[in-house]
C-alpha cells in the first residue's frame, strides 16, 4: 500500500493530522472497537463486511452457554 493517496485526502502535514485533538467521544468509540475487535462502520458497511468474510459482525444480545446436563 502506497501512502499518497492517504496524504493527498489530510490536505496539510501528515504529523500535525495525527496530533489532532479526535471530536469528543470518538477516541473512546475507538478504543471500544479495538477492545471487542468488531468493525466500526454504520449498518450498510457492517453488512458489507458480513457478506465479504462470511461472518457475523454485528453486535447482539450476549448468549450464555448452556449448562452440560448430568
Known amino acids: 500500500m502506497k501512502p499518497e493517496p492517504l496524504l493527498a485526502m489530510v490536505k496539510e502535514d501528515w504529523k500535525s493530522f495525527l496530533v489532532k485533538t479526535l471530536e469528543t467521544g470518538i477516541a473512546e468509540t475507538i478504543r ?11 449498518g450498510a458497511f457492517i453488512e458489507v463486511l458480513e457478506g465479504i468474510t462470511g461472518l457475523r459482525l454485528k453486535t447482539g444480545k450476549a448468549r450464555h452457554k448452556p449448562k452440560p446436563m448430568n
Open 32 to 42: 471500544k472497537h479495538e477492545r471487542t475487535g468488531r468493525p466500526m462502520g454504520d
